[in-house]
């Protein structure tokens, strides 16, 4: 039976996945050429997605546009949160811990869903509140995920909070022994009963997605269990991690300059006739910083547990 003709939603759909896909921004022709396309028809598709915000176009390459990044911003902790409740809720079951998961922040983490057993319901599940590097294993795991660039706003608040970086003591030690072990561990350090162990979720290298995080008490994280707690949490945010690698998982990369007269020949050279007018160049864009900035508010150290 042969294939349906794409339609007109199909090859819109088409173009702005090569987009979000590419290593690098693609031009109209590297475009055309992917989703198999004549450049006339790409082109004419990627102007209404440049219109309407799908698509960003910056000389003559294109990204993913204000409306992916809106989307991204407003729906991703939606979407994020329903692909990840399974594995929450069996890792849980196989621990018998409660189970968290945060999402990076300007310079926190932001704890967007929990399961929690009944046997640890004294503890705070701290849903939705910002957390601080230097008080939880979840930011550490996910600081530590991070570029060194990109974790300069994490210690720049930390620094501020009166928490030291230097020593051996200090957070940048914590940093690198997380980075070295893929994990980090809190014993006490913001309600001295708890402890937690926590590990990034990665696609791709420097850019965490979410950080998964087990809490409970400390004779849990004892010497003889912790290496069972790492080999689960370490299975289930693989499992995580492969659920959202699915299509549409990319890498975009700074925008190289150029001109947009060279965008006006390949448009000419495309539709056989003048294009219309440039539209206006944007700045490079990376999609290398967090998630889903937003105001901060920490939480209250005499009611929250370790996440």
């Not at 004779?219 to 299509?247: H, K, M, Q, V």
Request: hydrophobic residues 40%; charged residues 20%.
């Amino acid at each position: 039976m042969p294939a349906a003709p794409r339609t007109a939603v199909d090859k819109a759909l088409d173009l702005v996945e090569a987009v979000a896909r590419a290593s690098q921004p693609p031009r109209l022709v590297d475009l055309a050429e992917e989703v198999g396309l004549h450049r006339a028809t790409a082109y004419r598709v990627l102007v209404d997605l440049v219109r309407r915000g799908w698509v960003l176009r910056a000389g003559d390459r294109y990204l993913p546009g204000t409306a992916v990044l809106q989307l991204s911003s407003s729906a991703a902790r939606n979407s994020l949160g329903a692909l990840a409740r399974p594995v929450l809720a069996a890792l849980s079951e196989r621990t018998g811990m409660m189970v968290n998961l945060q999402v990076p922040e300007v310079d926190r983490s932001r704890v967007i869903d929990v399961v929690r057993p009944d046997r640890l319901a004294m503890i705070s599940s701290l849903t939705g509140q910002a957390l601080p590097v230097h008080r939880f294993a979840g930011p550490l795991a996910l600081v530590a995920a991070l570029s060194p660039a990109d974790r300069v706003p994490y210690l720049r608040a930390a620094e501020e909070s009166g928490y030291p970086l230097e020593g051996p003591d200090g957070l940048l030690a914590d940093i690198e022994d997380a980075e070295r072990t893929g994990f980090a561990v809190e014993y006490g350090r913001n309600e001295q009963p708890v402890a937690s162990l926590a590990r990034a979720v990665v696609t791709r290298p420097g850019a965490p997605v979410c950080a998964l995080t087990l809490v409970g008490l400390g004779p849990d994280f004892g010497e003889a269990r912790l290496p069972g707690l790492r080999e689960r949490l370490r299975e289930a945010t693989e499992e995580l991690a492969r659920i959202l690698s699915g299509p549409g998982t990319s890498e975009v990369t700074e925008v190289p300059q150029a001109t947009e007269a060279t965008e006006a020949t390949e448009a000419t050279e495309a539709t056989g006739q003048a294009s219309p007018p440039p539209l206006p160049s944007s700045p490079s864009r990376t999609t290398s910083g967090p998630l889903s900035p937003s105001p901060n508010a920490s939480p209250s150290p005499s009611t929250a547990g370790p996440a």
